[in-house]
């Protein structure tokens, strides 16, 4: 028998299927859509393993629902703006578009050997001017909206990238790329408003029946909602008020100091009023260079330094000291904090710390509470409030709404809703990014780039030069121009954007995307999208996935597309990890998919790494299971070739009723599987199942390797085996298929229904046990009622054995199960 080369028929169909266009997809409205979409890559030259299993996962889905009968839309595409490029080009002396596109062009190559039904036709490409062309003219569409705007803010700076980062970038500190220290400077810099939608995002969690429920807890907490009081406190050695921000309006009466940041726009005024300002600048400089997780974090040290300047509690007129301190930030609330020692533990250790005063205000209701008896703040949000004027007696509930009617009514507070999310930073001091369409004119100010001039490419002629400023305000070619609105001479924006803004929209660029008169047209866009099934890295959970919500709610809002959330379903596939750590070339314990597919084919790759784990948990890399898999295949390769005769003289059409009994077992088996796997693949994503069930019937079908195999039940097997194994092993199964029916290519076959008769049996196994006791097993008619099961049991001669001279209490019956004798005696 000819033995199975993955290599040759591998490049074979590849040719094929490209040469055809196969996967070439177009809207048909008269067809169920079904659009699947992995998480597109940042094109670094080579594919890992987690890239194998992202695309495998996604593979399986396109392929399967298209033998459903659905229409499916699969694309590729590259998130190809970025630093590596940027990095690359200063250290290798190469352009970034040259070292970008080369590596493009062998991803896509590794891609196709992978056999991957991507169409290719609608590959996007964020750095090409075709797509960053309608980046800008979203930009200038949120500008037009209110959510673009600049302003002097403290920022991210990451030194060793020499870019400011977005707070979602920032990870323990450090920077989410490079994983350097990130410091903060001040710099005027673009944001976009993402907190005008802050409400929405966390509403909207609700609608997302198909996200694991992790991913939206994550945004959940990101966003940050929280109900509160906001309220003033006036300050006369510096003649202003001071804005405070509280959840707990209850413990009013219970200040003692308030907590500033060390960002606070008051900090310079209390400098010239305080003796002590050079030790407050100090602390400051120190508090500003410490990272937000470890300002933030409930292990670190409370520091604090007391400005001598005071301010007045606007509930009882008392004096309140300000503090500068470590732990308040400034762009959570207002910047100031109320400092309640005795009902807050952190409060209760900073006042301990600096012999702050403490006044309790709540009382829990079985015992009363003495400072002189504290060691801890009382945290407990129940209780009657005390100290609280007349307020006091009142429960906390009833106490926090009188208290903020109060606020309310004399006109030095209000009711406010406040989120931990910020705006989304998105200026880059980068070049490879796409530019920010604004020209600044001296008698014009800001003014968008004319939507008939984008877009605004990159310059050639940059320095790259790390600083403050983007390589791109080293180009004079690029950044001197003329105002369009009065004709001036300008200069343009020389930030670029994070390249988070690109994968906010891709999803949507892939419904239309050679169209050059609109990002894409809203019938084509609202056809496919939103995406059916998205695929990706949890990692990915607050960045990109939040972004690209964002996105979509303001184009929706801009009656751009019809609907609202991007993202219909979500999987998080889990990393691949080799000797119990994450695939990393500084670990030495890459596995690389090109070497794999060399040795055993694209087929064998995909069916281990779907094969060896669930899907969203890790997956240890194994190379006896790649081994594995790759016999497997061979097995099914010969057994079908073994059967060619039988499958190709065998009917569609056959008598069932002649089967033998070792074939109606067989054939129970195949449409078992086929139930088993169906179920598998469309309700749970459980693909390590599905390929074992596949497994099991192989193994089932070898039984029958030297015995005689009706022809039509040897049609049957080989082509629902064929049907089910193809999304997983595409090569392969197109193979096997072409040789054994001949008729099209398996992949546009229709998906393999089970049929219910096949799946009864005729008879059960029965366990018969005594007093509990195992004691033997019976077969019976898979329809034996209790009473045939009695008496088959009572009949069997080890139970007559064993239960001579006993007496019998009761017979229990399990129906297609057990019979349980309880004997005494």
């Given at each position: 028998m000819e033995r199975y080369n993955p290599q040759e028929i591998e490049k074979k169909w590849q040719k094929k299927w490209e040469e055809e266009q196969v996967y070439k997809t177009e809207a048909d409205p008269a067809r169920p859509k079904y659009y699947a979409l992995e998480m597109f890559p940042y094109p670094s030259g080579n594919l890992h393993m987690g890239h194998v299993r992202n695309y495998s996962i996604g593979d399986v889905m396109a392929r399967y629902k298209t033998m459903e009968g659905y229409n499916v839309?699969?694309?590729?595409?590259?998130?190809?703006?970025?630093?590596?490029?940027?990095?690359?080009?200063?250290?290798?002396?190469?352009?970034?578009?040259?070292?970008?596109?080369?590596?493009?062009?062998?991803?896509?190559?590794?891609?196709?050997?992978?056999?991957?039904?991507?169409?290719?036709?609608?590959?996007?490409?964020?750095?090409?001017?075709?797509?960053?062309?309608?980046?800008?003219?979203?930009?200038?569409?949120?500008?037009?909206?209110?959510?673009?705007?600049?302003?002097?803010?403290?920022?991210?700076?990451?030194?060793?990238?020499?870019?400011?980062?977005?707070?979602?970038?920032?990870i323990d500190g450090k920077c989410w790329r490079c994983d350097s220290p990130v410091e903060k400077k001040d710099l005027s810099q673009w944001f976009l408003k993402i907190t005008d939608y802050a409400d929405v995002l966390l509403k909207d969690l609700d609608k997302l029946k198909g996200w694991p429920e992790r991913v939206k807890t994550m945004q959940e907490n990101w966003i940050g909602r929280s109900e509160g009081l906001e309220f003033s406190l006036d300050c006369p050695a510096l003649g202003t008020k001071i804005a405070a921000y509280t959840t707990r309006p209850d413990t009013v009466y219970g200040i003692t100091f308030l907590a500033l940041a060390a960002e606070h726009p008051l900090v310079d005024a209390i400098c010239e009023k305080s003796g002590k300002a050079e030790e407050i600048r100090a602390f400051v400089k120190r508090v500003r260079n410490t990272s937000e997780m470890e300002r933030t974090s409930s292990e670190s040290e409370k520091e604090g330094i007391n400005t001598g300047i005071v301010c007045v509690?606007?509930?009882?007129?008392?004096?309140?000291?300000?503090?500068?301190?470590?732990?308040?930030?400034?762009?959570?609330?207002?910047?100031?904090?109320?400092?309640?020692?005795?009902?807050?533990?952190?409060?209760?250790?900073?006042?301990?710390?600096?012999?702050?005063?403490?006044?309790?205000?709540?009382q829990p209701r079985d015992h009363e509470l003495k400072l002189e008896e504290m060691t801890e703040a009382y945290t407990?949000?129940?209780?009657?409030?005390?100290?609280?004027?007349?307020?006091?007696?009142?429960?906390?509930?009833?106490?926090?709404?009188?208290?903020?009617?109060?606020?309310?009514?004399?006109?030095?507070?209000?009711?406010?809703?406040?989120?931990?999310?910020?705006?989304?930073?998105?200026?880059?001091?980068?070049?490879?990014?796409?530019?920010i369409p604004v020209i600044n004119c001296p008698h014009c100010g800001e003014v968008l780039v004319p939507e008939e001039d984008l877009p605004v490419l990159l310059p050639d002629d940059v320095s790259f030069e790390q600083g403050s400023l983007s390589p791109l305000a080293s180009s004079e070619r690029f950044v001197h121009c003329k105002c369009p609105k009065c004709g001036a001479d300008a200069t343009r924006e020389t930030d670029t954007m994070d390249t988070f803004i690109c994968s906010s929209w891709y999803y949507l660029r892939y419904t239309d995307p050679k169209n050059d008169r609109e990002p894409f047209a809203k019938d084509k866009v609202n056809y496919w999208a939103p995406v059916d099934q998205y695929i990706g890295g949890i990692e990915h959970a607050i960045l990109h996935l939040l972004y690209s919500r964002f996105f979509t709610k303001v184009l929706h809002d801009a009656g751009l597309v019809d609907f609202d959330e991007p993202f219909t379903n979500l999987l998080t596939q889990g990393m691949v990890l080799k000797d119990g750590s994450k695939m990393s070339k500084s670990k030495g314990n890459v596995v690389s998919p090109e070497e794999i597919i060399a040795k055993y084919g694209a087929d064998t790759a995909r069916l281990f790494i779907l094969f060896a784990a669930p899907v969203d948990r890790d997956l240890e890399w194994s190379d006896q299971g790649v081994e594995g898999a790759y016999r497997f295949l061979g097995r099914v390769w010969r057994i079908l070739l073994h059967f060619e005769q039988a499958v190709k003289t065998g009917g569609d059409a056959y008598d069932v009723s002649a089967l033998t009994k070792e074939e109606k077992d067989l054939r129970r088996v195949l449409h078992t599987t086929i139930k088993k796997v169906?179920?598998?693949?469309?309700?749970?994503?459980?693909?390590n199942t599905a390929v074992s069930s596949v497994m099991e019937l192989v193994n089932a079908i070898y039984t029958f390797q030297d015995k005689e195999l009706n022809a039509g039940l040897a049609r049957e097997t080989a082509r629902d085996l064929l049907l089910m194994l193809a999304p997983f092993a595409p090569h392969i199964t197109e193979e096997l298929w072409s040789r054994?029916?001949?008729?099209?290519?398996?992949h546009q076959q229709k998906w393999p229904s089970y049929d219910e008769e096949a799946l009864k049996v005729d008879e059960v196994e029965i366990v018969l046990q005594i007093n509990?006791?195992?004691?033997?097993?019976?077969?019976?008619?898979?329809?034996?009622?209790?009473?045939?099961?009695?008496?088959?049991?009572?009949?069997?001669?080890?139970?007559?054995?064993?239960?001579?001279?006993?007496?019998?209490v009761k017979v229990i019956c399990v129906p297609k199960k057990l019979v349980n004798i309880v004997v005494k005696g």
């Open positions: 839309l699969h694309p590729m595409g590259f998130d190809s703006f970025g630093m590596p490029a940027e990095n690359a080009a200063i250290k290798h002396g190469v352009k970034p578009a040259d070292w970008t596109y080369s590596n493009i062009e062998n991803m896509e190559r590794q891609q196709k050997e992978m056999g991957l039904s991507y169409d290719w036709e609608r590959e996007v490409k964020t750095c090409d001017p075709s797509y960053y062309k309608w980046t800008q003219w979203l930009f200038e569409l949120f500008y037009k909206r209110g959510l673009a705007y600049k302003k002097k803010a403290s920022v991210n700076w990451c030194d060793t990238c020499g870019t400011v980062l977005a707070n979602e970038q920032v509690n606007p509930f009882n007129g008392k004096e309140v000291q300000i503090w500068i301190t470590n732990y308040v930030l400034a762009d959570y609330g207002t910047g100031a904090v109320i400092g309640v020692p005795s009902e807050d533990s952190r409060d209760w250790m900073f006042a301990t710390k600096y012999g702050i005063p403490k006044i309790i205000t709540l407990d949000k129940d209780g009657v409030l005390v100290n609280s004027a007349e307020f006091t007696g009142l429960d906390i509930k009833a106490a926090m709404q009188g208290i903020m009617d109060k606020a309310e009514k004399e006109g030095f507070g209000k009711r406010r809703v406040n989120f931990r999310l910020r705006d989304w930073l998105i200026s880059r001091q980068r070049y490879w990014g796409a530019p169906t179920e598998d693949i469309r309700d749970r994503f459980m693909f054994l029916f001949a008729a099209g290519s398996v509990g006791k195992v004691r033997g097993r019976i077969m019976l008619p898979a329809g034996a009622d209790r009473a045939a099961m009695e008496q088959a049991a009572k009949e069997n001669a080890r139970v007559q054995e064993l239960t001579a001279g006993k007496t019998i």
